[in-house]
């Protein structure tokens, strides 16, 4: 039996009867707490919202003409303090319910019941009591079981499944389980919500899991309300359980609490099971840089799927090590949805293998995680070694700008000189030009800047005099003596193709 005010009126023995019938059937079923006397014109700051109340009507006076203003006031009170019944005992003060509080409580939808002399206020109590000890009792076998049901759950071969799919029972309502990318995994029962409450549940847990930390979440949608809990340890979150309730009691929390401890037991083992599969993937991508994509296109087939089609791509990106496991975590899930589409293994890098015409997922990586990237030119799997050198080295020239991805080709069409500013022969470059710049210095000449000039001019003494706004024949006579502090021959190709490249290497912006 529960404790509620339809379970009291039910008693034959305690003799009740409601004086308001109301048009909302379930307030006679909202659970009653705890049962309380008071004859105070004010007892709310001893009341608890869920609490009754019984009275014998002493603070509205002797007169047998109750006035309605006091009454009116005092069934605000106890309906704003969120009491969810009120019993008047007559014959005590009065002889029946005064007409004011029948129409008081009518009005404010609280449920009025009298309570007959014959029938004392301990003995109502004690009812109430003894429904609330019998429901605590039911309450916690329900929970003993249910938690016991949930652990043989667990057992099965889908053990995850399994013991969603056993929660969801127990507390019969919808349970899903969203994984480390915010997308639902699997739920029970299958159609349990709509597409709207499910795209707001997936922002909703991507939002928690981008904060890394154990969290539980309260959302409202359009139709109902849900609860958004966090598995994983802080730091290393492996996915978000979700029920369709937001209210739930002891017992039931004690239950959801033994599935979280559960499913992230189960998510943990499918975690170290992973580092497995992530120490035999880099062990692949070493077979595949020595040039033997055999052995690993059949291990891989087995154990993922086929390898991308050739020509390949090869991606190295920087990740972070407090992101590594979540962004592995969600290339794992792209590899189940669509087997051959991509292969990756972390090693010195990240690297994602895909086909030539499809580089969508270092793509969709780059954008959700603000990574560095670098992007080989396509080869067969023959050249697979070159590939990742030259994803390497693109990624080097990305970690020097803003997050995106560099592709190796970018490189190659800026030429080889221009790759020299990215290289450490700056300081060599410096040195070999030092003599025009300290002669510049100390003499307050300006061969640096005319050398430069006449090589950028194509070696055109004409044109290097209109853009320095000098005579030709001066033009030509600091070039002249530049050649002469180097002591090297500007009129040959070679000469003239190593102080360019000097000054190629030096960093940008440098100042003569």
Not at 403 to 409: A, D, P, R, S, T
Not at 486 to 508: E, M, Q
């Amino acid at each position: 039996m529960s404790a509620t005010l339809r379970s009291l009126l039910d008693r034959r023995d305690l003799r009740l009867r409601l004086l308001t019938p109301t048009d909302d059937p379930a307030a006679l079923d909202t659970p009653v707490s705890w049962l309380h006397s008071s004859d105070l014109p004010d007892p709310t700051p001893f009341l608890t919202p869920g609490q009754a109340l019984l009275t014998t009507g002493t603070q509205f006076g002797a007169d047998p003409e109750v006035p309605s203003d006091p009454v009116d006031a005092y069934v605000e009170r106890l309906s704003a303090r969120g009491v969810v019944a009120l019993g008047f005992g007559t014959e005590v003060v009065r002889a029946g319910t005064p007409d004011p509080l029948v129409a008081a409580c009518r009005a404010r939808g609280l449920p009025l019941f009298e309570v007959p002399y014959e029938t004392s206020f301990i003995q109502v109590a004690q009812a109430n009591a003894d429904a609330v000890a019998r429901d605590a009792n039911a309450r916690r076998d329900w929970s003993v079981a249910a938690q016991r049901a949930v652990s043989h759950a667990a057992m099965r071969p889908d053990g995850l499944g399994a013991t969603i799919a056993e929660l969801s029972r127990q507390l019969d309502c919808w349970v899903g389980l969203l994984d480390v990318s915010g997308r639902l995994d699997r739920s029970f029962p299958t159609r349990g919500i709509t597409e709207d409450e499910q795209h707001q549940l997936q922002a909703e847990s991507v939002r928690l899991l981008r904060g890394g930390q154990r969290a539980s979440l309260p959302v409202r949608t359009a139709t109902g309300r849900f609860t958004l809990q966090t598995l994983g340890s802080g730091g290393h979150l492996s996915g978000v359980l979700a029920i369709a309730t937001s209210v739930l009691d002891q017992p039931g929390r004690e239950v959801v609490t033994a599935v979280i401890a559960l499913a992230g037991l189960a998510l943990q083992q499918n975690r170290e099971l992973a580092r497995a599969r992530g120490l035999l993937r880099t062990g692949l991508l070493t077979m595949l840089s020595s040039g033997d994509p055999t052995v690993v296109e059949t291990t891989a087939r087995q154990l993922w799927g086929p390898l991308p089609a050739e020509p390949v791509r090869v991606a190295a990106l920087d990740v972070a090590d407090e992101q590594v496991d979540r962004v592995v975590d969600l290339l794992e899930l792209w590899v189940q949805d669509r087997p051959g589409h991509c292969f990756f293994a972390v090693d010195d890098a990240l690297f994602v293998c895909v086909s030539a015409d499809d580089t969508g997922p270092v793509d969709r990586l780059v954008e959700q995680h603000d990574l560095h990237a670098g992007l080989s030119d396509g080869v067969p799997y023959a050249d697979f070694a070159r590939a990742r050198a030259q994803a390497v080295q693109a990624l080097g020239r990305s970690r020097e700008g803003r997050v995106g991805i560099v592709e190796f080709g970018d490189l190659a069409r800026e030429g080889v000189l221009a790759h020299l500013a990215h290289t450490e022969a700056g300081p060599i470059a410096r040195a070999f030009l030092a003599p025009l710049v300290d002669h510049d210095a100390d003499a307050g000449t300006d061969l640096t800047r005319t050398v430069r000039t006449w090589l950028e001019q194509d070696c055109e003494y004409d044109r290097t005099a209109r853009v320095l706004g000098v005579h030709r024949h001066t033009a030509r006579a600091r070039v002249e003596h530049a050649g002469r502090l180097l002591g090297r021959d500007l009129g040959l190709f070679a000469t003239r193709a190593d102080v360019w490249a000097a000054f190629v290497a030096l960093p940008a912006g440098t100042r003569w």
